[in-house]
């Protein structure tokens, strides 16, 4: 509540119904990224082929897991009672929930869900919009792609949960970027990084090789010029060497 809005002051409801229902669905998305059966989803094995020569129906196949995972979030969504549109990744349009649905979801339910075999972390994006309330009257194709449009300026919220030894929510609601690691003993997201920023560049530095800063307070002569020097002294040298053969 503290970190939702400007300092927890003036936060509706329901703003907070949503983001406990986006962090209840990530709970599930990462207990089955964690489980040792996510490798066999999308794939056909004997038993899910027909015994008798019929094909298997396509709600007996298994899904792949970036599906899954975005089944899961719509389902989350529905049942928050707060979504109007959500954009997916893996939906060709967007989907239209319900009418009364204050917000609108744009997400990636599963980014990199081809990385799981070799236990290369992934994660959920997401961004949290006002619904646009003046294009109610529009076809609902219409008002859900458009609400699914707005500029970034126009978040209410948005944030990714990476999914790897730990699960981590990294967000900001309106009132900086926070981080909150899951307790698995308890199934609760607890804040360990608050306020995150960037780092400020050292005002005594220039950019050097490789996009690192060297330091050249002081009037040191910096390992850089150093380099520069010694490659300008071996070009004079191989000059050198290539007129005396010349003249021989």
Known sequence: ????????????????????????????????????????????????????????????????????????????????????????????????????????????????????????????????????????????????????LQSGRKLVAAGYVLYSSATILCASFGSGTHAFTLDHSTGDFILTHPSIRIPPREPESEKGLGGGYISTSGGTKNQTSKQKDFSKQEERNQKEEEAEVGEN
């Open 1 to 148: 509540m503290d970190y939702v809005g400007k300092g927890g002051l003036d936060v509706g409801d329901d703003l907070l119904v949503l983001l406990y229902h986006i962090q209840f669905a990530c709970k599930r998305i990462a207990a089955l990224v964690a489980s040792p059966f996510n490798s066999a989803l999308g794939k056909h094995s004997a038993l899910t082929g027909a015994t008798s020569g019929a094909a298997a129906s396509d709600r007996d196949k298994p899904k792949p897991l970036d599906i899954v995972a975005n089944e899961i979030i719509l389902s989350s969504l529905r049942n928050s009672g707060k979504v109007s549109v959500m954009a997916s990744e893996e939906d060709d349009a967007p989907t239209w929930i319900n009418d009364d649905g204050p917000f609108v979801v744009v997400l990636d339910p599963l980014d990199g869900s081809r990385n799981i075999d070799a236990s290369i972390p992934t994660g959920t994006i997401f961004g949290v919009y006002n619904r646009l309330t003046e294009l109610d009257n529009q076809p609902t194709e219409e008002k859900a792609l458009l609400n699914s």
